[in-house]
């Protein structure tokens, strides 16, 4: 900076030593000018100081004024040397740099504040949407509880009263009132949908028996055995819709039991089959599905359990034994 400083004085000083002879320069060709006319007689110098208000100057002293205009014109040209000429170029250069850079840092400075501005609104509104966040956090983990707790109760409240209404089915002179109400259809249903979601839910292991999960799956399969174990259950399961369909679900889950587990069920699954095909319309309706001999013969293989096997034993031949005949037996 002190180099620039210095070569701005020498570049002021050059100015004015540049400006200061060309003034001189001027004055003198002026001088000369009138000292010639003044060779052509007095009086029009005569005229020419009484109009133009001139001043007469000696000769001595033009000549003075010339060789110092001369002495003058010598100085500024060593002043104003190449490598003068070339840091004056380069001063221009870098003084229009300098106020690019400075125009540059202006916008940039302007631009900072802009963001920094931004900035601080983005943190504004990130604050607030934390805040917001938290909040639905904290009230996602509050429903979540909640609706564990819910799903607890539920699941308790399922297996206390499917448990009961097993117990209940076992009288058979409950059967009828059982059955004569509005529900008994969205009861199958209820039924079906049930054991087939349990055993697709839980197709590589089922939980342990003592599960209310699992209770209430038993107690709901426990009642329609129950209610295909009496007269009036049977004929109710064979002749409506809804009761051929949970029919025909407990024969799909048969081979659907993970081998080795869910012993219990599968049992009351046969139970509830062989019930079922003591009626005429029952066993019509299961000699009609083309897969369930072999489903049995899988479950004979299979199955370890002795009471498993007894089951499936004392159904099979009820259906070899319609499928042989032939024609139906009269309804």
Known sequence: FNSMNDTKSERTLALEALALAKEVR??????????????EGVPLLSQALADQQLLLVHRTD?????TEAMMLREFVLKILSPDYTSALAKLTSTEQEL???????????SEKEQLARKAEGLMVDFEQEKQEKSLVKNELVA????????AEYCSTMGASC?????????????????LSGSKVNE????????VTSYISIYHEG?????????QFVLALCGTVTNIAASAYGREYLSSSSCGLDLVDVLCGVLVDIPHGQGTKLKNLCLMALYNVSINQKGLTHLSLKPNLIGDLVWVLKESRDVVTRQHALRYKPLLIFWRGRERPLPL
């Open 62 to 66: 033009l000549d003075k004024l010339a």
């Open 187 to 194: 009861f199958f249903q209820l039924v079906g949908e049930t």
């Open 206 to 214: 089922f939980p342990s028996e003592e599960t209310e999960e699992t």
């Open 162 to 178: 499917s448990t009961l209404l097993w117990r209940v089915s076992k009288h058979e002179e409950s059967i009828h009132s059982l």
């Open 99 to 109: 106020h690019r850079v400075t125009k540059d840092r202006n916008l940039l400075e």
């Open 26 to 39: 001027t004055n003198l060709r002026d001088l000369m000018k009138e000292w010639y006319q003044t060779e």
């Open 143 to 150: 429903a979540t509880h909640q609706l564990a707790q819910q």
